[in-house]
C-alpha cells in the first residue's frame, strides 16, 4: 500500500527523523492515518491596504465594514430531513442486529458529512478573510452564552462560529496578520456616523439614526463600528506588529506558536492519505 500526502508527498520518501507522530483516527467512514511531521514553512503575505471589521450573524453569517457579506450555508437545516429519514430507519430496526448497525453507520457518516462541511467552510471564509487583509477585527462573542436561548441555539450552533473564529486566528497567527478582539457591546446600537445610541430589538434589520439621518444595514453598521473600536482599544497596527484586543491581551500575532500548537494538537479532521 502506498500512502500519499494531500500534497502528493510519497509518506514512504520521507525522512524518518522528521515523522513525530503517526496516528489512527477512526471515523464513521473508516480509518485514517495521521502523521505529524517537522517541517518549514515559509508565508509571505502580500500587503493589500485594507482593514476590515467583521459583524458574524445568521441571517448572513458575516457582514463587512464594507458592506460585504458571506451566505450562511446552514449546513444542518438542509440536512435535517435526510436526518430524520435515517434516525426513523434506525428506531424500526432490531436492536443488536445487523441491520441497526448498517443503519447506524449511515446516519453517523451523514453527521460527519456535515461537521466536515461546517469545518471547510469555515477553514476557506477565515483563510479568504485573512489573505486579503492587513488587519481584521472581530466581535469577542461568548457562543456558550449565546446557545442557551432556546429559539435561536440550533442556528447558533449550526453557524459554527467558534471553529470560524479559532481558523481565523490561526491563519492570522501563520500569515502574521492582527486579529483583534472586540467588546461586542452596543456595536449593533451605536450610529457608525454619529455615534447617536438607537435602541433596536434583533428583528430590526436596518439601523436608522435619528441623529444624522443614516440609514444602513445594521450589520453593517455594527461591522464599522467593530473597526473603529478596533482602532481605539487595539490601535492601528502595522502588518506584522503585535497588537492587543479590547482587554488589553495579545492578539493571535502575538500568539502564533500557541494557535499552531493547538491546530496540530486538538482532534482537526486529518488530511486524506
Known amino acids: 500500500m502506498r500512502l500519499v500526502g494531500n500534497k502528493g508527498q510519497r509518506i514512504e520518501e520521507f525522512p524518518i527523523k522528521q515523522i513525530k507522530r503517526v496516528r489512527l ?3 464513521a467512514d473508516g480509518y485514517y492515518v495521521q502523521f505529524a511531521v517537522q517541517a518549514e514553512r515559509y508565508i509571505e503575505h502580500v500587503p493589500t491596504g485594507k482593514h476590515a471589521g467583521i459583524d458574524m450573524g445568521l441571517k448572513e453569517f458575516l457582514t463587512d465594514s464594507d458592506g460585504n457579506t458571506v ?6 437545516r438542509k440536512a435535517e430531513k435526510k436526518f430524520k429519514r435515517l434516525h426513523r430507519r434506525l428506531s424500526r430496526k432490531q436492536k443488536k442486529s445487523a441491520n441497526r448497525k448498517k443503519a447506524r453507520k449511515q446516519l453517523a457518516k451523514a453527521y460527519l458529512k456535515v461537521q466536515r ?6 477553514r476557506k471564509t477565515a483563510s479568504t478573510l485573512i489573505t486579503s487583509h492587513d488587519l481584521i477585527a472581530y466581535e469577542h462573542l461568548k457562543t456558550a452564552n449565546l446557545v442557551k436561548n432556546r429559539k435561536l441555539a440550533k442556528s447558533i450552533s449550526d453557524a459554527s462560529w467558534g471553529r470560524f473564529l479559532f481558523w481565523l486566528n490561526y491563519y492570522g497567527a501563520i500569515y502574521a496578520i492582527p ?7 452596543f456595536t449593533s446600537q451605536d450610529c457608525s456616523a454619529c455615534g447617536t445610541r438607537i435602541k433596536k430589538s434583533l428583528s430590526v434589520r436596518t439601523h436608522i439614526c435619528s441623529g444624522c439621518g443614516l440609514v444602513l444595514d445594521r450589520d453593517h453598521n455594527a461591522a464599522i463600528n467593530i473597526l473603529e473600536k478596533a482602532y481605539r482599544t487595539g490601535g492601528q497596527s502595522e502588518t506584522g506588529g503585535q497588537p492587543q484586543n479590547a482587554w488589553g491581551e495579545a492578539t493571535s500575532t502575538a500568539l502564533s506558536a500557541m494557535a499552531v500548537r493547538q491546530a496540530t494538537s486538538w482532534n482537526q479532521e486529518p488530511p486524506v492519505l
Open 25 to 27: 483516527i477512526k471515523r
Open 71 to 76: 451566505a450562511n450555508p446552514h449546513h444542518l
Open 117 to 122: 462541511q461546517r469545518e471547510d467552510f469555515a
Open 179 to 185: 486579529v483583534i478582539a472586540i467588546e461586542p457591546a
